[in-house]
């Protein structure tokens, strides 16, 4: 690694003032930014910790019925405390393994939006909040392609904020070798209609699977997706599989995912 | 009922207490006083001409001590290659150099091309960025047969091609074995890959060098399995330091599994930067590092075909292999697969004629070298594949087919140059049946069709060959090493013995397991018998430990020099009981004299060798001290008969390992548990390399699986409990101990298995799919279901 | 370079580190604590872990200075005050549950948050909750097994030895 300074803020202001250093860098758990560094993949100038910033940890309930989640709250503690909504802890209980839930955060995994990680596919299937030092982000509008999102520089996500849906389920199917999704199909009915986000398979990062929502929202059963597929074309193409592949999986992970939801 | 000590006794491990509270005292955690750190700047391209390197402005850098590049290193030895193939035209292989920092080229991306060394390990790193290296790249020499296509680039400009040798065994039998394929009743080919691999230790390696000016002596500390041979290579052909000059010790080694045998450029760097630099140098692998600086394994591709007669008896055998050896020449590289592969060609069977071609082959990729099985894996995998093959096409059992080819007689002459002196091949596989509950796969098979799966049962034979030896016959085939081992056994006074061995344990449990032979032999506790190893300053010269020869070569060493101690105790006993030395009998640790009560004990004649006041002194020297080498008649011939059974999701292509056995014959075991624990980590490695592990290259030579996010090691959770059967025992008839080995036995043993139960379930769905190349990942066996 | 200070094994530890040290590197290269080892630089093998305030953590992917006053605890403090192994560790040498020993500290520190939170797991459980611990010697038979025996189960009817 290169090496930077340091700070742990107790404050989303503090943190805010302290990002405003050139090339300085917001830190959540790590999980991910800490392996960059040591491939000496990125030079910042100082890390600022958002794990000390007490308002910014653990899981609550908001006035509207929804799961309101604090930016540095970790994967475990999701995992053990967003019983509201079963689908979204299930998913936080199976990102990375247990050494990694117990350090990354929803606001680090988020706002890195890795193309194969979990909670992309969480936060756009349910259709949810992404809450910052500045505004709130509808998660049609953060999510931006591979490695990409609305935030602004020094903007930090304070909270998460998902409406609790009749029916969710997320099903992964792994990349061997990194134990990311390859495939990972977030469903969530509500009771306006039916979200499908696909993790892992494009391209440009999370995506909406439009066709397998309409049909959903009209049959919410597995069979609604039989004829529907997607083009292997703008799909990832890599060791683990080619993107005909990959398009196939979408339409097999979210039929299970409809199957087993709850 | 289980022994609770000595041979065949599952004792527990005595090295376990320091692993388990930390104090494990691996190379990574020895730190010299004044140490500095080494970083090495490597080749990020497969292949180039260097232009010129600038390390003006990084030895400027905080803490920099010194910079050093390939122009440091003119007239240092080459490392070399331990092994030297003659072709099938009688001409000795091509031989390139192989320098420590890279010469006027590169030739694989990790190629070490510059080295830092720095206060840290962090101003090392950060000085190397700042090297100025500007390199042509030329095209990258990746796909084998390509490389040998007539106008292809050549990875080193002065040899005369990138044919490194093309050598054929038996060359003699070649006419022999066309004209059987000619008049074949039947004839199976079968084309496929068997993967390259990283080996991937769970310790990367480490080297420390220590140079001490007053006394001008040399220290090596590094992570290897044959600290003399690394001391013998170094010191002789590389740096050239007298043996006497230099001391190589190899600690707590966190796993080999063959690719911490060989003898690498950072050991010799940190060796001679020490000296240099005056100072200790140290260098700890990053796990990216260790992916593009370990020898690969594996990487051949071949072609197979059987003949059979019109019963069904396997006739001939005929293949064509093109193997690997990546950019320089590693090691034991040349007699992976030659002496290694094409000797085991026969397998289990009584196949007459066979005929081997291998074509090795130099690519701008990382060296390949020998891995858990060394050429016997290719083997087994071919065989085992093109058998399994066979008997779909004639509609014959595979198991039947196997038996009815099994060699029955021993000693049995291959004609493939070894000669088996034991095995019940029959034997394994009946146990196999036993304990796989082939009876009950019907009724599983059912049970996964109602969940939609497929299921597959595979089986297959192997037969291994340890301890390779003698040395006179593995000089003749071009090996430039002596494959003996070695054992001093030094008793001390109060009755307590050292034995310093050549082996080396990095996991198998040898302080363990040889302390339990030594106790057995004498009758005293094992807490009494203290292993040393890894250090060529306290230990005799040896050669170390890989092909699983430890227990066969290295305990047969320590046998013989234990021999020789109670053979000189029982001296000391006829005399302290005032006897004839013919009538001493030794037994639970005292002498006594046959058919008498009169008896001396283990410790007061050990204690008369160091106080001889009452001694034969004219007979014999004072002093209880003896060193043997052992130089073994022939190898050993581990066998056994495996099964797997598999799980297909038709829909995504996983397969999920249900079921896994293992039955094999090692011939006598010390210490059950740890032979136990030996097949279930080659067993992970087996299914690892045929379901989940891919070193794979681009066109650019570019490595894609780089790190473990793309290559996929086995985790618990992609494995089931094993079940492992070694009573069928046939012991080795020419070692004392009758053990044959059992360290590479499962990896060996394991991958043709998962294949072929995969494509039993495959056609079980009635798909036509007659072959999958390993790794058998979801997107290959989905993609060979809907092709 | 700054202080940190923390907690190890119940005694009270600090020293000056730069922002990129790695607890990890804290722990080995000041304390010398050489007992947490370091296995890969992608956050995978787990060798590395420990116990941070009571849960398991890869300590190559958390600075040191991010356990700024934290209760860290190492494979070097498991063993009974009497300096006899504790439940896991006896159970992995009874059980073979080690080879080269490499993994060991990670797996034992791993099997220890595993049982704190889960203490009569299944095979499926320890399987599926070792996902972050590679090991490339044992084949995991007698590590799950290890885990198992030491959470009070009965280990016999699994297969071998």
Same mark, same amino acid.
């Given at each position: 690694?290169?090496?930077?300074?340091?700070?742990?803020?107790?404050?989303?202001?503090?943190?805010?003032?302290?990002?405003?250093?050139?090339?300085?860098?917001?830190?959540?758990?790590?999980?991910?930014?800490?392996? !960059?560094?040591?491939?000496?993949?990125?030079?910042?100038?100082?890390?600022?910790?958002?794990?000390?910033?007490?308002?910014?940890?653990?899981?609550?309930?908001?006035?509207?019925?929804?799961?309101?989640?604090?930016?540095?709250?970790?994967?475990?503690?999701?995992?053990?405390?967003?019983?509201?909504?079963?689908?979204?802890?299930?998913?936080?209980?199976?990102?990375?393994?247990?050494?990694?839930?117990?350090?990354?955060?929803?606001?680090?995994?988020?706002?890195?939006?890795?193309?194969?990680?979990?909670?992309?596919?969480?936060?756009?299937?349910?259709?949810?909040?992404?809450?910052?030092? !500045?505004?709130?982000?509808?998660?049609?509008?953060?999510?931006?392609?591979?490695?990409?999102?609305?935030?602004?520089?020094?903007?930090?996500?304070?909270?998460?904020?998902?409406?609790?849906?009749?029916?969710?389920?997320?099903?992964?199917?792994?990349?061997?070798?990194?134990?990311?999704?390859?495939?990972?199909?977030?469903?969530?009915?509500?009771?306006?209609?039916?979200?499908?986000?696909? !993790?892992?398979?494009?391209?440009?990062?999370?995506?909406?699977?439009?066709?397998?929502?309409?049909?959903?929202?009209?049959?919410?059963?597995?069979?609604?997706?039989?004829?529907?597929?997607?083009?292997?074309?703008?799909?990832?193409?890599?060791?683990?599989?080619?993107?005909?592949?990959?398009?196939?999986?979408?339409?097999?992970? !979210?039929?299970?995912?409809?199957?087993?939801?709850? | 009922?289980?022994?609770?000590?000595?041979?065949?006794?599952?004792?527990?491990?005595?090295?376990?207490?320091?692993?388990?509270?930390?104090?494990?005292?691996?190379?990574?955690?020895?730190?010299?006083?004044?140490?500095?750190?080494?970083?090495?700047?490597?080749?990020?391209?497969?292949?180039?001409?260097?232009?010129?390197?600038?390390?003006?402005?990084?030895?400027?850098?905080?803490?920099?001590?010194?910079?050093?590049?390939?122009?440091?290193?003119?007239?240092?030895?080459?490392?070399?290659?331990?092994?030297?193939?003659?072709?099938?035209?009688?001409?000795?292989?091509?031989?390139?150099?192989?320098?420590?920092?890279?010469?006027?080229?590169?030739?694989? #991306?990790?190629?070490?091309?510059?080295?830092?060394?720095?206060?840290?390990?962090?101003?090392?790193?950060?000085?190397?960025?700042?090297?100025?290296?500007?390199?042509?790249?030329?095209?990258?020499?990746?796909?084998?047969?390509?490389?040998?296509?007539?106008?292809?680039?050549? #990875?080193?400009?002065?040899?005369?091609?990138?044919?490194?040798?093309?050598?054929?065994?038996?060359?003699?039998?070649?006419?022999?074995?066309?004209?059987?394929?000619?008049?074949?009743?039947?004839?199976?080919?079968?084309?496929?890959?068997?993967?390259?691999?990283?080996?991937?230790?769970?310790?990367?390696?480490?080297?420390?060098?220590?140079?001490?000016?007053?006394?001008?002596?040399?220290?090596?500390?590094?992570?290897?399995?044959?600290?003399?041979?690394?001391?013998?290579?170094?010191?002789?052909?590389?740096?050239?330091?007298?043996?006497?000059?230099?001391?190589?010790?190899?600690?707590?080694?966190?796993?080999?599994?063959?690719?911490?045998?060989?003898?690498?450029?950072?050991?010799?760097?940190?060796?001679?930067?020490?000296?240099?630099?005056?100072?200790?140098?140290?260098?700890?692998?990053?796990?990216?590092?260790?992916?593009?600086?370990?020898?690969?394994?594996?990487?051949?591709?071949?072609?197979?075909?059987?003949?059979?007669?019109?019963?069904?008896?396997?006739?001939?055998?005929?293949?064509?292999?093109?193997?690997?050896?990546?950019?320089?020449?590693?090691?034991?590289?040349?007699?992976? @697969?030659?002496?290694?592969?094409?000797?085991?060609?026969?397998?289990?069977?009584?196949?007459?004629?066979?005929?081997?071609?291998?074509?090795?082959?130099?690519?701008?990729?990382?060296?390949?070298?020998?891995?858990?099985?060394?050429?016997?894996?290719?083997?087994?995998?071919?065989?085992?594949?093109?058998?399994?093959?066979?008997?779909?096409?004639?509609?014959?059992?595979?198991?039947?087919?196997?038996? %009815?080819?099994?060699?029955?007689?021993?000693?049995?002459?291959?004609? #493939?140059? #070894?000669?088996?002196?034991?095995?019940?091949?029959?034997?394994?596989?009946?146990?196999?049946?036993?304990?796989?509950?082939?009876?009950?796969?019907?009724?599983?098979?059912?049970?996964?069709?109602?969940?939609?799966?497929?299921?597959?049962?595979?089986?297959?034979?192997?037969?291994?060959?340890?301890?390779?030896?003698?040395?006179?016959?593995?000089?003749?085939?071009?090996?430039?090493?002596?494959?003996?081992?070695?054992?001093?056994?030094?008793?001390?006074?109060?009755?307590?013995?050292?034995?310093?061995?050549?082996?080396?344990?990095?996991?198998?449990?040898?302080?363990?397991?040889?302390?339990?032979?030594?106790?057995?032999?004498?009758?005293?506790?094992?807490?009494?018998?203290?292993?040393?190893?890894?250090?060529?300053?306290?230990?005799?010269?040896?050669?170390?430990?890989?092909?699983?020869?430890?227990?066969?070569?290295?305990?047969?060493?320590?046998?013989?020099?234990?021999?020789?101690?109670?053979?000189?105790?029982?001296?000391?006993?006829?005399?302290?009981?005032?006897?004839?030395?013919?009538?001493?009998?030794?037994?639970?640790?005292?002498?006594?004299?046959?058919?008498?009560?009169?008896?001396?004990?283990?410790?007061?004649?050990?204690?008369?060798?160091?106080?001889?006041?009452?001694? @034969?002194?004219?007979?014999?020297?004072?002093?209880?001290?003896?060193?043997?080498?052992?130089?073994?008649?022939?190898?050993?011939?581990?066998?056994?008969?495996?099964?797997?059974?598999?799980?297909?999701?038709?829909?995504?292509?996983?397969?999920?390992?249900?079921?896994?056995?293992?039955?094999?014959?090692?011939?006598?075991?010390?210490?059950?548990?740890?032979?136990?624990?030996?097949?279930?980590?080659?067993?992970? %490695?087996?299914?690892?390399?045929?379901?989940?592990?891919?070193?794979?290259?681009?066109?650019?030579?570019?490595?894609?699986?780089?790190?473990?996010?793309?290559?996929?090691?086995?985790?618990?959770?992609?494995?089931?409990?094993?079940?492992?059967?070694?009573?069928? %025992?046939?012991?080795?008839?020419?070692?004392?101990?009758?053990?044959?080995?059992?360290?590479?036995?499962?990896?060996?043993?394991? @991958?043709?298995?998962?294949?072929?139960?995969?494509?039993?379930?495959?056609?079980?769905?009635?798909?036509?799919?007659?072959?999958?190349?390993?790794?058998?990942?979801?997107?290959?066996?989905?993609?060979?279901?809907?092709? | 370079?700054?202080?940190?200070?923390?907690?190890?094994?119940?005694?009270?530890?600090?020293? =000056?580190?730069? &922002?990129?040290?790695?607890?990890?590197?804290?722990?080995?290269?000041?304390?010398?604590?050489?007992?947490?080892?370091?296995?890969?630089?992608?956050?995978?093998?787990?060798?590395?872990?420990?116990?941070?305030? &009571?849960?398991?953590?890869?300590?190559?992917?958390?600075?040191?200075?991010?356990? =700024? &006053?934290?209760?860290?605890?190492? +494979?070097?403090?498991?063993?009974?005050?009497?300096?006899?192994?504790?439940?896991?560790?006896?159970?992995?040498?009874?059980?073979?549950?080690?080879?080269? &020993?490499?993994?060991?500290?990670?797996?034992?520190?791993?099997?220890?948050?595993?049982?704190?939170?889960?203490?009569?797991?299944?095979?499926? =459980?320890?399987?599926?909750?070792?996902?972050?611990?590679?090991?490339?010697?044992?084949?995991?038979?007698? +590590?799950?097994?290890?885990?198992?025996?030491?959470?009070?189960?009965?280990?016999?009817? +699994?297969?071998?030895?």
């Amino acid at each position: 690694m290169y090496n930077f300074e340091f700070e742990e803020p107790g404050s989303v202001a503090d943190a805010v003032a302290a990002l405003g250093a050139e090339d300085a860098q917001a830190l959540g758990g790590g999980q991910t930014l800490i392996p !960059t560094l040591k491939q000496r993949l990125a030079q910042p100038s100082k890390l600022v910790s958002l794990r000390g910033i007490a308002e910014m940890q653990g899981v609550c309930k908001g006035d509207d019925g929804s799961v309101c989640i604090g930016g540095a709250t970790t994967h475990a503690t999701v995992a053990a405390e967003a019983g509201d909504y079963p689908a979204l802890a299930e998913t936080a209980a199976h990102i990375g393994d247990p050494a990694v839930r117990n350090r990354g955060t929803i606001g680090g995994s988020l706002a890195n939006n890795d193309p194969s990680a979990c909670y992309p596919a969480a936060a756009l299937g349910s259709g949810a909040t992404i809450a910052t030092n !500045t505004r709130e982000i509808a998660a049609d509008d953060y999510f931006q392609g591979m490695f990409t999102t609305a935030l602004d520089e020094g903007e930090i996500i304070t909270e998460v904020r998902f409406p609790v849906p009749e029916k969710a389920n997320y099903q992964k199917f792994v990349q061997p070798a990194s134990r990311f999704a390859l495939v990972g199909v977030f469903v969530a009915k509500y009771a306006d209609g039916v979200r499908v986000a696909i !993790t892992g398979a494009s391209n440009d990062g999370v995506f909406r699977w439009s066709e397998a929502e309409a049909a959903l929202s009209s049959n919410f059963s597995a069979d609604a997706i039989d004829g529907l597929s997607l083009s292997g074309e703008d799909m990832i193409s890599d060791l683990h599989g080619t993107g005909d592949y990959r398009a196939h999986l979408c339409a097999v992970i !979210t039929k299970r995912a409809v199957a087993a939801a709850a | 009922m289980p022994k609770d000590g000595g041979i065949g006794a599952s004792s527990k491990r005595r090295e376990d207490v320091r692993f388990l509270t930390g104090a494990g005292n691996y190379t990574d955690d020895i730190n010299m006083h004044g140490q500095a750190y080494v970083h090495f700047l490597r080749s990020d391209v497969a292949h180039g001409t260097i232009k010129s390197i600038d390390t003006s402005a990084a030895a400027g850098m905080p803490g920099v001590v010194r910079v050093f590049t390939g122009a440091d290193f003119e007239g240092v030895g080459s490392i070399p290659c331990g092994w030297q193939v003659t072709d099938r035209h009688g001409q000795p292989m091509q031989e390139p150099a192989h320098p420590i920092l890279a010469q006027g080229k590169v030739r694989h #991306v990790g190629e070490p091309v510059a080295a830092v060394v720095a206060e840290t390990y962090e101003q090392a790193r950060d000085a190397a960025e700042a090297i100025g290296l500007d390199i042509d790249e030329l095209p990258a020499v990746v796909d084998m047969k390509a490389a040998l296509d007539s106008g292809a680039t050549k #990875v080193h400009d002065d040899l005369n091609d990138n044919l490194c040798y093309d050598w054929g065994f038996v060359e003699e039998n070649k006419e022999a074995v066309n004209k059987a394929f000619d008049d074949a009743a039947h004839v199976t080919s079968l084309e496929l890959v068997n993967n390259r691999l990283v080996a991937n230790p769970m310790e990367p390696r480490v080297a420390v060098g220590d140079y001490a000016r007053g006394t001008d002596e040399s220290t090596l500390y590094t992570t290897s399995q044959n600290p003399h041979v690394i001391r013998l290579l170094m010191g002789a052909f590389v740096l050239g330091i007298p043996e006497h000059k230099l001391r190589v010790v190899a600690p707590d080694v966190g796993g080999g599994f063959g690719t911490k045998i060989f003898h690498y450029q950072e050991e010799a760097f940190c060796t001679f930067a020490a000296k240099a630099c005056n100072r200790p140098v140290k260098w700890t692998s990053s796990r990216s590092e260790a992916f593009i600086s370990d020898a690969h394994g594996r990487d051949h591709v071949t072609k197979i075909e059987l003949a059979l007669d019109a019963d069904n008896n396997f006739t001939a055998i005929r293949t064509e292999t093109h193997a690997n050896m990546g950019a320089y020449l590693s090691t034991f590289a040349p007699s992976v @697969p030659t002496w290694l592969h094409g000797t085991l060609m026969a397998g289990n069977y009584k196949t007459p004629l066979i005929y081997v071609n291998v074509k090795a082959v130099f690519t701008n990729t990382v060296p390949v070298d020998a891995y858990r099985g060394a050429g016997r894996p290719e083997a087994t995998f071919q065989l085992e594949r093109v058998v399994d093959k066979a008997a779909r096409e004639l509609g014959v059992d595979p198991i039947a087919l196997r038996r %009815q080819n099994f060699i029955t007689e021993f000693p049995y002459a291959t004609p #493939v140059a #070894v000669e088996y002196d034991t095995g019940d091949y029959h034997g394994t596989m009946d146990k196999l049946e036993e304990i796989a509950d082939f009876s009950g796969f019907a009724a599983r098979r059912t049970e996964s069709e109602k969940h939609g799966k497929l299921r597959g049962l595979g089986v297959n034979c192997y037969i291994e060959a340890c301890g390779i030896a003698p040395s006179n016959l593995v000089g003749q085939l071009g090996a430039r090493a002596g494959l003996y081992e070695s054992a001093t056994v030094r008793v001390n006074a109060t009755g307590g013995l050292v034995v310093m061995t050549g082996s080396h344990s990095h996991g198998q449990g040898h302080e363990t397991s040889f302390a339990q032979v030594v106790a057995e032999m004498i009758g005293i506790d094992e807490s009494m018998v203290e292993i040393v190893h890894g250090d060529t300053a306290n230990t005799p010269m040896g050669m170390g430990t890989y092909g699983s020869r430890s227990i066969a070569v290295g305990g047969s060493a320590m046998v013989r020099a234990t021999e020789k101690i109670i053979n000189k105790a029982k001296k000391i006993a006829s005399h302290l009981l005032e006897a004839s030395e013919a009538d001493i009998e030794l037994k639970d640790g005292a002498f006594s004299v046959a058919g008498t009560d009169k008896s001396v004990a283990w410790g007061d004649v050990t204690l008369a060798a160091y106080v001889p006041h009452n001694y @034969p002194l004219e007979d014999i020297e004072p002093g209880l001290e003896e060193t043997a080498f052992y130089d073994p008649a022939n190898f050993t011939y581990p066998s056994g008969a495996y099964a797997c059974e598999v799980e297909v999701d038709p829909d995504t292509g996983k397969v999920t390992i249900d079921r896994f056995a293992a039955a094999d014959d090692f011939g006598n075991i010390i210490n059950p548990m740890i032979v136990t624990g030996q097949v279930h980590g080659g067993i992970a %490695q087996g299914i690892g390399q045929a379901l989940l592990e891919n070193c794979a290259y681009d066109e650019n030579g570019q490595l894609l699986s780089a790190s473990y996010m793309d290559y996929a090691m086995p985790r618990a959770d992609d494995l089931p409990m094993f079940s492992v059967d070694h009573s069928s %025992q046939t012991p080795c008839t020419h070692n004392p101990l009758g053990v044959k080995g059992c360290g590479e036995a499962g990896a060996i043993g394991s @991958p043709p298995a998962v294949v072929n139960a995969v494509v039993d379930a495959l056609q079980s769905a009635g798909k036509g799919v007659t072959h999958i190349d390993m790794p058998l990942s979801p997107d290959r066996v989905w993609a060979a279901m809907n092709g | 370079m700054a202080q940190v200070s923390m907690t190890v094994n119940g005694k009270a530890a600090s020293g =000056e580190v730069e &922002g990129r040290t790695l607890l990890s590197s804290f722990l080995r290269d000041q304390l010398m604590l050489t007992g947490t080892h370091v296995g890969c630089d992608t956050s995978q093998c787990g060798a590395c872990v420990v116990h941070v305030d &009571g849960h398991a953590v890869k300590s190559c992917t958390m600075l040191a200075m991010e356990a =700024e &006053g934290a209760d860290i605890a190492t +494979i070097e403090g498991q063993a009974n005050a009497d300096g006899s192994l504790n439940v896991i560790q006896q159970a992995f040498q009874d059980h073979h549950g080690l080879q080269c &020993g490499f993994c060991t500290p990670g797996m034992v520190m791993s099997a220890a948050a595993l049982l704190k939170e889960n203490p009569k797991p299944s095979e499926q =459980e320890v399987r599926a909750y070792l996902e972050g611990n590679i090991c490339r010697c044992t084949g995991y038979h007698n +590590i799950v097994k290890a885990i198992m025996a030491a959470s009070g189960q009965d280990v016999t009817a +699994i297969a071998a030895e």
